[in-house]
């Protein structure tokens, strides 16, 4: 894994046991050659090979030098019109997998050639960063296989001043993605409610941000019929994860979090297909994004109140499980019959936002969640959809997902999808059938949010990779959703 990154002009003696020079499709010349000759040689000889520069080809020579091999790598970063935060990442992220591949210790980048696109500097360099510290991720129940790559310099003429806060944020963010990946693809036997709670506050511990998680006694205490009911058929016992940054300061803006922690669903009562069922585990990634979230605002020191609330059940079948036909009564009063006990994610949500809309009183509510299997139907695996009542906010969400390279799309919500999860003998349904699920499922969440500005995001595709996905994500967790809350919680805040 990266441990160090450092920012240097060109010129000057080779350190690096690496040369990257990136390069878009289409170049009739190699933007960058590195001082020493014999590099440059190489370099020119590759592209002179047939070197096309689609997004993620790499092409290496390696030189002996005093008994040592030095590598120099040509990265294709596509089309340069087209290249976004997403596609810089994901060429970075090849460009890591290939020296990793050849054992490379430390690697200098030629950054210089990147930024000529249409992204602010900063963002390119983010982006470059972002897919080389991730692309070395693994994980296991064991002993991990630490990646070879540990040291990388940006080379640029820019002044090295000019990308300080850009490297303590891309270290910051992706050791957060780190961690979220680690809490998704653990077991579901070690990653219990109890364990997500604990892991809630030592993270948070290490970020400056205040963390307490309620027990049963406290969640019925608030009336949360839908935690209550989603819960009572495992044996292991709910938490109420909150936490909380700059509540201090009160002529600040406030924004509450929420996330979607299920730590592992079976579907209840209405069980799942045995196919897939052990990834059901990752129904919690909502919820680790928030912590995340929120601990960087607290690394970053955001000008914003924050507040972040995570339900955290285990929904199983069993003797004591709930029932479809059952109706429960929410923290809220509302109340809601089950149609399916597989869609219990919403009625954990509403709780959660109800709480968040009465007690704090929030400038915006955003939630985020693996809430619906329609969404992956809808947009795929590499785009998340989104939806409210806010429109300014939708925007920023949008916005936030261009800067991240974590792309999400709006979806419409109006008063015929609100109508949809009105309930005949309760105030709502928790499920409207298969026809606009991922927006009726969101609806359900948006009742309880009233008038308050809302969004949703629901991450059930891109918070996993089955594979194919972006050269930085292994198979499993993605860690998808943290830079994305980051950045929308660095436009609220102004930053």
Same mark, same amino acid.
């Given at each position: 894994?990266?441990?160090?990154?450092?920012?240097?002009?060109?010129?000057?003696?080779?350190?690096?046991?690496?040369?990257?020079?990136?390069?878009?499709?289409?170049?009739?010349?190699?933007?960058?050659?590195?001082?020493?000759?014999?590099?440059?040689?190489?370099?020119?000889?590759?592209?002179?090979?047939?070197?096309?520069?689609?997004?993620?080809?790499?092409?290496?020579?390696?030189?002996?030098?005093?008994?040592?091999?030095?590598?120099?790598?040509?990265?294709?970063?596509?089309?340069?019109?087209?290249?976004?935060?997403?596609?810089?990442?994901?060429?970075?992220?090849?460009?890591?997998?290939?020296?990793?591949?050849?054992?490379?210790?430390?690697?200098?980048?030629?950054?210089?050639?990147?930024?000529?696109?249409?992204?602010?500097?900063?963002?390119?360099?983010?982006?470059?960063?972002?897919?080389?510290?991730?692309?070395?991720?693994?994980?296991?129940?064991?002993?991990?296989?630490?990646?070879?790559?540990?040291?990388?310099?940006?080379?640029?003429?820019?002044?090295?001043?000019?990308?300080?806060?850009?490297?303590?944020?891309?270290?910051?963010?992706?050791?957060?993605?780190?961690?979220?990946?680690?809490?998704?693809?653990?077991?579901?036997?070690?990653?219990?409610?109890?364990?997500?709670?604990?892991?809630?506050?030592?993270?948070?511990?290490?970020?400056?941000?205040?963390?307490?998680?309620?027990?049963?006694?406290?969640?019925?205490?608030?009336?949360?019929?839908?935690?209550?009911?989603?819960?009572?058929?495992?044996?292991?016992?709910?938490?109420?994860?909150?936490?909380?940054?700059?509540?201090?300061?009160?002529?600040?803006?406030?924004?509450?979090?929420?996330?979607?922690?299920?730590?592992?669903?079976?579907?209840?009562?209405?069980?799942?297909?045995?196919?897939?069922?052990?990834?059901?585990?990752?129904?919690?990634?909502?919820?680790?994004?928030?912590?995340?979230?929120?601990?960087?605002?607290?690394?970053?020191?955001?000008?914003?109140?924050?507040?972040?609330?995570?339900?955290?059940?285990?929904?199983?079948?069993?003797?004591?499980?709930?029932?479809?036909?059952?109706?429960?009564?929410?923290?809220?009063?509302?109340?809601?019959?089950?149609?399916?006990?597989?869609?219990?994610?919403?009625?954990?949500?509403?709780?959660?936002?109800?709480?968040?809309?009465?007690?704090?009183?929030?400038?915006?509510?955003?939630?985020?969640?693996?809430? *619906?299997?329609?969404?992956?139907?809808?947009?795929? *695996?590499?785009?998340?959809?989104?939806?409210?009542?806010?429109?300014?906010?939708?925007?920023?969400?949008?916005?936030?997902?261009?800067?991240?390279?974590?792309?999400?799309?709006?979806?419409?919500?109006?008063?015929?999808?609100?109508?949809?999860?009105?309930?005949?003998?309760?105030?709502?349904?928790?499920?409207?059938?298969?026809?606009?699920?991922?927006?009726?499922?969101?609806?359900?969440?948006?009742?309880?949010?009233?008038?308050?500005?809302?969004?949703?995001?629901?991450?059930?595709?891109?918070?996993?990779?089955?594979?194919?996905?972006?050269?930085?994500?292994?198979?499993?967790?993605?860690?998808?959703?943290?830079?994305?809350?980051?950045?929308?919680?660095?436009?609220?805040?102004?930053?």
């Amino acid at each position: 894994m990266i441990r160090s990154i450092s920012v240097r002009t060109p010129g000057g003696p080779l350190r690096e046991e690496a040369v990257v020079i990136p390069l878009f499709a289409g170049e009739r010349a190699l933007p960058a050659l590195p001082s020493d000759r014999a590099l440059a040689d190489a370099a020119t000889a590759l592209f002179a090979a047939g070197f096309s520069g689609r997004r993620g080809e790499t092409r290496i020579a390696s030189v002996l030098r005093d008994k040592k091999l030095i590598h120099l790598l040509l990265l294709g970063l596509g089309r340069r019109e087209a290249a976004g935060a997403e596609d810089i990442a994901d060429a970075a992220g090849s460009a890591a997998a290939a020296l990793n591949g050849v054992r490379a210790a430390s690697a200098a980048i030629h950054l210089d050639p990147v930024l000529d696109v249409a992204l602010p500097e900063g963002d390119v360099a983010h982006a470059t960063l972002k897919g080389m510290l991730l692309a070395g991720y693994s994980f296991s129940v064991g002993k991990r296989t630490a990646a070879p790559l540990r040291r990388v310099s940006l080379v640029t003429s820019r002044p090295a001043r000019a990308f300080s806060a850009v490297v303590r944020r891309a270290r910051l963010v992706s050791g957060l993605i780190i961690d979220v990946r680690d809490w998704v693809n653990a077991p579901a036997n070690r990653m219990t409610p109890g364990g997500f709670a604990a892991s809630s506050r030592e993270l948070c511990a290490r970020h400056g941000v205040t963390c307490r998680a309620w027990g049963r006694r406290e969640i019925e205490k608030a009336g949360m019929g839908g935690v209550l009911a989603v819960a009572v058929g495992s044996r292991e016992e709910p938490r109420f994860v909150v936490m909380q940054y700059n509540m201090d300061k009160a002529k600040l803006p406030l924004v509450c979090l929420v996330g979607k922690g299920v730590t592992f669903d079976s579907g209840g009562i209405s069980i799942k297909p045995w196919e897939k069922m052990h990834e059901m585990k990752s129904d919690m990634a909502g919820g680790a994004a928030t912590v995340a979230a929120i601990c960087a605002c607290a690394s970053l020191g955001l000008p914003l109140r924050v507040v972040a609330l995570v339900p955290c059940v285990e929904n199983m079948p069993g003797g004591a499980a709930f029932r479809p036909g059952d109706v429960l009564t929410m923290c809220s009063g509302k109340t809601v019959e089950v149609y399916t006990t597989d869609a219990e994610g919403r009625l954990i949500l509403a709780d959660a936002v109800a709480y968040a809309r009465a007690h704090y009183r929030p400038d915006t509510i955003v939630d985020i969640a693996t809430l *619906t299997g329609g969404a992956v139907i809808a947009l795929g *695996t590499r785009v998340a959809p989104i939806m409210g009542n806010a429109p300014a906010r939708i925007d920023a969400m949008r916005a936030a997902g261009l800067a991240a390279g974590e792309p999400v799309w709006p979806l419409p919500l109006d008063e015929r999808f609100f109508d949809l999860v009105k309930g005949e003998i309760a105030d709502y349904k928790n499920h409207a059938g298969r026809g606009a699920s991922p927006i009726t499922g969101g609806a359900l969440v948006g009742v309880f949010a009233e008038s308050t500005p809302w969004v949703h995001v629901d991450i059930a595709g891109p918070s996993w990779n089955d594979g194919g996905g972006p050269s930085y994500q292994t198979r499993g967790a993605t860690g998808y959703g943290v830079d994305l809350l980051v950045r929308f919680l660095e436009g609220m805040a102004g930053a």
